[in-house]
């Protein structure tokens, strides 16, 4: 009988066209070639698969833990989600922006990343829900909730309302006092839930796909599709990175497996993020290399010839794209 440990086998995943995800004006991408995103497989790992895994070069053997971050399955799959959705939207704004077109941002709330267990609100609101309001009052940012919360007192109750599985529902307890800052607070993590609104219909269609990973290669292909241009001109493009409301590429996890997974796929080139490396990142892990750098190095293992790309922001993609023509 196989029986499963308490670990995961991380390995190369599947490399996806984006012609097969993305639709603009409800028209498909008929151009050659393709952007694909690259993704990470998960399975549980059984005591052979684990073992069999730290012979295999793209492999790893993570605790539950190091994968959810501590959240319970329920909530990471929430959080996957989340990333999954703001990758969108992002990618979205990046694409209109640079096709020029009109677009507005609407702020839907605070997105709901965590609970603190000594959080009053702890038995009340869930990862992935979203506080609407406070006390009757509507924001336009996270930072306006923050300060309106720490301007109250700690002990003081205060109402909020929230979404919940698409229901509206409503919560009253006392504040605590945040150990990081000494002021009042709810006791969650939170970030911005926005949403796009535009003229165009761009529909993404990512299934089970979870994180914000693919959010580059998201832009590169909405934006194909909005200025109707071949810009990728008939090559294969395969690559990863986080896309921010600037243009700004991130680092992501896990580049040594998404580049051999597109090495499988036939990719021509890879896009990898040349994230800044801290000096606070250092003090954690002297050794860390960047996304680029750790790309390289498992594009040298393989002896692939697919070419490496690095970049800061999508300019850098599509300066490097307008040059193979």
Same mark, same amino acid.
């Given at each position: 009988?196989?029986?499963?440990?308490?670990?995961?086998?991380e390995?190369?995943?599947?490399?996806?066209?984006?012609?097969?995800?993305?639709?603009?004006?409800?028209?498909?991408d008929?151009?050659?070639?393709?952007?694909?995103?690259?993704? +990470?497989? &998960?399975?549980?790992?059984?005591?052979?698969?684990a073992?069999? *895994?730290h012979? #295999?070069?793209? /492999?790893?053997?993570?605790?539950?833990?190091?994968?959810?971050?501590?959240?319970?399955?329920?909530?990471y799959?929430q959080?996957q989600q989340?990333?999954m959705?703001s990758?969108?939207?992002?990618?979205?704004?990046?694409a209109?922006?640079?096709?020029?077109?009109?677009?507005?941002?609407?702020?839907?709330?605070?997105?709901?990343?965590?609970v603190?267990?000594?959080?009053?609100?702890?038995?009340e609101v869930?990862?992935?829900?979203?506080?609407?309001?406070?006390?009757?009052?509507?924001?336009?940012?996270?930072?306006?909730?923050?300060?309106y919360?720490?301007s109250?007192?700690?002990?003081?109750k +205060?109402? &909020?309302?929230?979404?919940?599985?698409?229901?509206?529902?409503? *919560?009253?307890? #006392?504040?605590? /006092?945040l150990?990081?800052d000494?002021?009042p607070?709810?006791?969650?993590?939170?970030?911005?839930?926005?949403e796009?609104?535009?003229?165009?219909?761009?529909?993404?269609?990512?299934?089970?796909i979870?994180?914000?990973?693919?959010?580059?290669?998201?832009?590169?292909?909405?934006?194909?599709?909005?200025?109707?241009?071949?810009i990728?001109?008939?090559?294969?493009?395969?690559?990863?990175g986080?896309?921010?409301?600037?243009?700004?590429v991130?680092?992501?996890?896990?580049?040594?497996?998404?580049?051999?997974?597109?090495?499988?796929s036939?990719?021509?080139v890879?896009?990898?993020?040349?994230?800044?490396?801290?000096?606070?990142?250092?003090?954690v892990?002297?050794?860390?290399?960047?996304?680029?750098?750790?790309?390289?190095?498992?594009?040298?293992?393989?002896?692939?010839?697919?070419?490496i790309?690095?970049?800061?922001?999508?300019?850098?993609?599509?300066?490097?794209?307008?040059?193979?023509?």
């Open positions: 009988m196989i029986v499963p440990i308490p670990y995961y086998v390995q190369p995943g599947a490399t996806i066209d984006l012609k097969d995800l993305i639709t603009v004006n409800k028209e498909k008929d151009d050659a070639g393709s952007f694909s995103l690259t993704s +990470v497989g &998960i399975r549980q790992a059984t005591a052979f698969s073992l069999i *895994a012979f #295999k070069p793209f /492999e790893d053997v993570v605790s539950a833990d190091e994968l959810t971050g501590g959240s319970t399955n329920e909530e799959e959080m989340f990333y959705e990758s969108q939207n992002a990618a979205i704004e990046q209109l922006k640079l096709a020029d077109k009109p677009y507005e941002l609407e702020y839907k709330g605070v997105y709901v990343l965590g603190e267990k000594t959080s009053n609100f702890f038995n869930s990862v992935g829900d979203t506080v609407t309001q406070v006390d009757g009052k509507s924001f336009t940012s996270s930072q306006e909730f923050m300060e919360v720490k109250q007192k700690v002990g003081q +205060v109402t &909020i309302t929230f979404t919940h599985d698409g229901e509206t529902k409503e *919560a009253t307890e #006392k504040l605590i /006092e150990p990081s000494k002021k607070g709810i006791g969650i993590t939170l970030t911005d839930h926005t796009i609104k535009s003229d165009e219909n761009i529909d993404i269609n990512a299934g089970n979870g994180g914000p990973s693919a959010g580059l290669m998201f832009t590169l292909e909405i934006y194909e599709q909005l200025v109707g241009k071949d990728r001109h008939g090559e294969n493009i395969a690559g990863t986080t896309i921010s409301s600037d243009g700004t991130g680092r992501i996890g896990g580049i040594d497996k998404k580049v051999a997974s597109a090495v499988e036939g990719a021509k890879f896009f990898a993020p040349d994230d800044e490396i801290t000096d606070e990142m250092k003090e892990e002297p050794d860390i290399k960047t996304n680029y750098q750790e790309a390289n190095a498992a594009a040298k293992k393989i002896g692939t010839d697919m070419k790309v690095p970049v800061k922001n999508v300019q850098d993609a599509l300066d490097y794209l307008a040059k193979m023509k």
